[in-house]
């Protein structure tokens, strides 16, 4: 099959608003959706990064080039801010080329975003 173009989903959620914690929890985010998925590093295209409001340590940008994701855009931006919503969530959707069919790369939800999509396996 010719590798596509595809898309994945991921969040996850801060305890608390520190630098660290954004790095900590952005890099397990970024990792484990890389390894569920069987990707490397060459087969990254772009992510995108949004961050509810109350998030002002880091950028979550920042969690990825320290674990060496340096030469792929990146990009950061404000989630809406919805009443209701998942407070201190960082969100990412990373563009990647790949020969699987979507149906089964699987989407990562961690911490307190997995109530984001409970129609997902663990």
């Not at 989630?79 to 407070?87: K, M, P, T, Y």
Request: aromatic share 2%; net charge negative.
């Amino acid at each position: 099959m010719t590798p596509l173009l595809r898309a994945l989903r991921g969040a996850t959620t801060l305890d608390d608003d520190t630098r660290d914690q954004v790095l900590a929890r952005t890099a397990e985010l970024v990792t484990t959706m890389m390894e569920r998925n069987g990707l490397a590093h060459e087969d990254l295209v772009s992510l995108i990064f949004t961050a509810t409001r109350d998030i002002h340590s880091e950028f979550p940008a920042a969690a990825a080039r320290s674990i060496g994701i340096s030469d792929v855009p990146l990009l950061c931006a404000q989630e809406l801010d919805v009443n209701g919503a998942v407070v201190r969530c960082i969100r990412v959707l990373m563009h990647l080329v790949t020969d699987k069919p979507a149906s089964e790369l699987r989407h990562v939800y961690l911490h307190g975003a997995q109530m984001l999509r409970l129609d997902l396996p663990r």
